[in-house]
């Protein structure tokens, strides 16, 4: 690897949230196995900042509880004990999350 690639790297990670994009959520590194989400379990790696709401619990189910107070902080259990969460501002169907990821 050259010295420019993680250079590079993180252009292009800014580039993608500039166009509206966001990387895929990390993910634990803790089981081999495929992490599966909320009441669906599912691939908790199909959901994106780029999706409402809605989308996001037509993947996952709906969400096992709301750890937030200025904002909603949706959160999901998943299958190797971490959970999926997205942060919204609003709770309507069409809003999009602030951030999505994993909690440990």
Do not use: Y
């Amino acid at each position: 690897m050259t010295a420019l690639a993680p250079v590079a790297l993180a252009l292009i990670l800014l580039a993608m949230i500039a166009c509206g994009g966001s990387p895929p959520p990390s993910r634990p590194a803790a089981s081999a196995s495929v992490v599966r989400c909320g009441t669906k379990h599912a691939d908790p790696r199909l959901i994106t900042a780029n999706m409402t709401l809605g989308d996001i619990t037509s993947v996952l189910g709906e969400p096992d509880r709301d750890i937030g107070s200025a904002l909603f902080v949706l959160e999901w259990d998943c299958s190797d004990g971490s959970r999926f969460f997205a942060s919204l501002a609003s709770l309507e169907p069409q809003t999009k999350p602030n951030a999505v990821g994993f909690n440990k």
